[in-house]
Nanobody, 116 residues
């Protein structure tokens, strides 16, 4: 199983980034996928989640209305569109495969830095 994130970088406050997570080694379309983030000195937190067919999504309160999770099951890829970014969004962002009430696999993470 591989989960490979990309799309992170440095962006000014108010800017946008789109993260991608390419999955392989399992039947992508059968699993809920999640995005987490971990800021320095803080615990890893759930940012967004999307069910296997994309019919249901969940967002943390801190990102609701600014971030959008989506997936393309034909491309085995999950996305996180991040708009109106704030300095407090600075973190390493991870995608994860969720099953059976726990995280089965993690990606290596991609750094997002929001700073002027």
């Amino acid at each position: 199983v591989q989960l490979v994130e990309s799309g992170g970088g440095l962006v000014q406050p108010g800017g946008s980034l789109r993260l991608s997570c390419a999955a392989s080694g399992f039947t992508f379309s059968s699993y809920t996928m999640r995005w987490y983030r971990q800021a320095p000195g803080k615990e890893r937190e759930l940012v967004a989640s999307i069910t296997s067919a994309g019919s249901s999504t969940y967002y943390a309160g801190s990102v609701k209305g600014r971030f959008t999770i989506s997936r393309d099951n034909a491309k085995n890829t999950v996305y996180l569109q991040m708009n109106s970014l704030k300095p407090e969004d600075t973190a390493v962002y991870y995608c994860a495969r969720y099953t059976g009430g726990s995280i089965r696999d993690w990606g290596q993470g991609t750094q997002v830095t929001v700073s002027s």
